[in-house]
C-alpha cells in the first residue's frame, strides 16, 4: 500500500508510542483525584502544559486539551461567540475552512449569527484589506486557517493579527492544523489556536487548543472538574504526553522534514504536470505536503477509487468532507465547478520514500490512460 493522506492522519512517531505506553504505566490514576496517586498524574500533567506551552509562545494556564482539532475548533468558535453574544453576533470567516469550522458557523448562523465570507485570491489567498472592509463594531470574531488542508495555501494570519490589534472586541481564531510541523506558528497575536497531534506523530484523539487567558470562552461541555475550566473530563496524560513529544519532534525536525517533502512535491508536479488533463490546483507557493490536482472530466472520486483499488490512498477534499460535492476550497481559487468536482488530493510527509513517489507515479499513469479518454 502506498499511504499519501498524511493531512488526514500520520502515523504515530515510534518514540510517541513508546511516552504514550510509559506514561499510561507510569501514572494509572486520574490527575483530579486528591490522592499521592493524583497528584503525581497531575505533577506530570503540569510539566506536560509547560513543555506545549513553551513550544508554542502560550502560557501553561493557556493550553486546552481536546479530543481533536475538531472539538478545538467547535469549542473555539461556539465558545467566543456565546460568550459575546452581549457585543455583537458578526463573524468573518473563509470559504477555504474545515468542515469543523464551517460547521460551528453553519450551527451559530442558524441561531442568529451573521457569517461573511473572504473572497480568496487565484493564489488561494485571502486579501486582509478585505478583512478590514468587512470588519463593523459588532464583528466579534474571525475565524481563518492558517493552512488550508485542501490545497496548502498559507494565510496571512500574522497581518490579520496586526489588524485586529485596534479592534479589542473582536477575536482572532486560527485553525494551525494543517501549520504545524509545515510552517513556524506562534501563538503571538492571535486569540485562540486550534491543533492536532495525530496529524504529526501524535496518537489520534489527541488535540490542543491556546486559548489567551482572561478571554471570555463559554465551554461546550459541562461536568466533570478539569484542569481546566474550559474542557471538563479526565485529562488524558498519556495522549498530553504524547502530543508534547509529537510537537517538540515536529519543531525540532521542521525543516529537515520539510526538505525531504518538497524534493518529493517537486517532482511530483513536474511529472503529474506533463499529462494534458491534469490541473494542478495547489498555488506554487502552498506548503509541500499538500498537492491538489483535478484530471479534466474525471470526478475525484472517480480517480481515487482507481487509485484505492492498485493500492494507493489519496483524499478527495478532506477526509472529513467525503460528500461528493464540489470541493469548495477549489472552487474558490478555480471559480470552476467541473475542476472542484474533478479535484482531490494527495498529501506528503518526511516518511514517504523515493520508491513510494516513483510507484504512485507508475499507478497514477495507469489509472489515467484506464480514465482520460
Ligand atoms: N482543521 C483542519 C485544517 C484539518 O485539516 C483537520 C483534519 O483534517 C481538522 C481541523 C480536524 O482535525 P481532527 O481530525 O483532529 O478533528
Redesign the pocket.
Known amino acids: 500500500m502506498i499511504y499519501l493522506d498524511y493531512?488526514?492522519h500520520a502515523p504515530a512517531d515510534p518514540a510517541v508510542l513508546e511516552r504514550f505506553c510509559d506514561m499510561e504505566r507510569r501514572f494509572p490514576a486520574n490527575p483530579n483525584s486528591v490522592h499521592a496517586a493524583g497528584k503525581a498524574a497531575r505533577e506530570e500533567m503540569a510539566r506536560v502544559t509547560e513543555q506545549i506551552a513553551a513550544l508554542t509562545g502560550a502560557s501553561p494556564a493557556e493550553v486546552i486539551f481536546t479530543s481533536?482539532?475538531?472539538e478545538a475548533?467547535n469549542l473555539a468558535i461556539k465558545g467566543i461567540a456565546q460568550a459575546s453574544r452581549h457585543i455583537g453576533k458578526h463573524i468573518i470567516s473563509t470559504p477555504l475552512e474545515?468542515s469543523?469550522v464551517n460547521g460551528s458557523l453553519t450551527a451559530l448562523q442558524e441561531r442568529g449569527w451573521e457569517i461573511d465570507l473572504l473572497s480568496i485570491g487565484r493564489d488561494g489567498t485571502v486579501d486582509p484589506e478585505e478583512v478590514h472592509e468587512l470588519l463593523r463594531s459588532d464583528t466579534v470574531l474571525v475565524a481563518i486557517?492558517a493552512v488550508d488542508?485542501e490545497l496548502g495555501t498559507i494565510q496571512p494570519v500574522n497581518e490579520i493579527a496586526a489588524l485586529l490589534a485596534d479592534h479589542p472586541n473582536c477575536r482572532l481564531h486560527v485553525?494551525a492544523?494543517?501549520a504545524i510541523g509545515r510552517i513556524p506558528v506562534d501563538f503571538a497575536g492571535i486569540d485562540t489556536l486550534s491543533f492536532?497531534p495525530?496529524k504529526f506523530g501524535g496518537i489520534c484523539g489527541s488535540?490542543v487548543l491556546l486559548k489567551r487567558s482572561r478571554m471570555p470562552l463559554e465551554p461546550q461541555m459541562n461536568g466533570g472538574a478539569s484542569t481546566t475550566l474550559y474542557r471538563s473530563g479526565t485529562p488524558a496524560l498519556s495522549l498530553a504526553a504524547s502530543s508534547a513529544l509529537a510537537l517538540q519532534l515536529a519543531c525540532d525536525e521542521r525543516e529537515n522534514r520539510c526538505a525531504v517533502v518538497q524534493r518529493h512535491s517537486e517532482k511530483l508536479r513536474r511529472a503529474l504536470a506533463a499529462y494534458p488533463a491534469v490541473h494542478i490546483n495547489s498555488p506554487e507557493h502552498a506548503v509541500p505536503h499538500i498537492l491538489n490536482l483535478s484530471i479534466k472530466n474525471v470526478k475525484g472520486t472517480v480517480f481515487q477509487r482507481a487509485l484505492s483499488e492498485k493500492g494507493v490512498c489519496i483524499s478527495v477534499k478532506?477526509?472529513?468532507s467525503a460528500d461528493g460535492l464540489p470541493s469548495r476550497a477549489v472552487f474558490a481559487v478555480s471559480r470552476d465547478r467541473r475542476n472542484a468536482l474533478s479535484s482531490w488530493r494527495i498529501s506528503l510527509s518526511h516518511l514517504t520514500t523515493d520508491a513510494e513517489i516513483d510507484e504512485f507515479l507508475s499507478v497514477f499513469d495507469a489509472c489515467y490512460h484506464e480514465l482520460v479518454k
Open positions: 493531512a488526514a481533536g482539532a475538531t475548533n474545515h469543523s486557517c488542508s485553525d492544523t494543517q492536532a495525530h488535540g478532506s477526509a472529513c
